[in-house]
C-alpha cells in the first residue's frame, strides 16, 4: 500500500515537471497530445483524397541545410517532443491524415512527446522551443533534415502529399533520417541511372559517407518507407533507380521493419 502512495507521488511530482517545464517553454496555447488512428478512417479519407487529387510524382525532396549537413549523427538534430501545428489552410480530413501518420511514428518512439496544435490554436509569437509547422507551399513535399530550426520548422506537404505513408516519410525526415538510397552502401544493393534524372535534381541521389550518417547496422531494404521508388524525378520517363538484379522499387506507404528499428535506436525508445 505504501509503495503504491509513493508511485503516485512521484508520478504527480514528474508531472508537475512536465506542466511546469511546457509553460516555460511557452507562453501561448499549448498543443495537445494525438488523437489515437483508426485505420479505417484513415483508408476511407486516403481513397477519397486519391479520387479527387493526383499524387505528385516524386516522392519527395529532401532539404539540404547546413545545420543537417551531419544529419543524422548529430544529437542536436534530434527531438525530445515533437510539437507540430497545422496550418489553417488544411481541411479536417487533412488534419486526420496529419494527426495519424504523427500517431503512429508516436508509437514507434514513445520516448519523444507527440502533440498538435487544436484547430484555430496556434503558437504564439515568440514560443521558445521548435516545432514542425505544416503548410502548404506549392512545392510538393518537402522537409528539413533532422531538428534544424528555432521556432517553426516548416514541412510541406501538398494535396498530393495527402497519405499517411507520404506524410510520415516526411515527417521521418524531420526526425533525422536520410533517404535509403543516400546511404554509403547503397551500391552494393541498387544502380542509380543519373542520365535519366531531371536536370537540377541530382542532389537527390547524393551519396553520404559513413563520417556523416549511420545505418544503425540496419541492412539496407528497398522497401523502406525512406527508398524512392524506380521512377523517382525521372526526367525521361525511364528508371533513375533498379536494383542490383534489375527488378523495380515501388513506392512504399507502410514502415519497414527496418525503419521501425532506425527510429528507435537513433532516439533510444
Ligand atoms: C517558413 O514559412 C514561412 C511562411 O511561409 C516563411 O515566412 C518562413 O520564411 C519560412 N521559414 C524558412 C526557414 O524557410
Ligand atoms: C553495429 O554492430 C557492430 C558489430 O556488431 C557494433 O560494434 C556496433 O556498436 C554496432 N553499432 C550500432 C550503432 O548499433
Redesign the pocket.
Known sequence: MRAFFIAITVLQFLEAINTASLSAKSKGSLPETLEPEDRAVTRAIEAEIRAKTKRVACSSDEIDSPAARNGIISTKARWEDFYIYIGEEYSDKHRTLINNAAYRLSQVIPCVDFRIWRKGEKPSEDYEGTYL?V?K?GEGCWSYTGKV?EG?Q?ISLDNGCMSVGTIMHEMIHALGFRHEQCRPDRDDYITIYLQNVIPGKEHNFKKYSYQEVTTYNVTYDTKSLMHYDSYAFSGNEKPTMLTKTGGKIADPEELAPGDITKLKRMYNC
Open positions: 509547422h503548410m507551399t530550426f517553426a516548416n
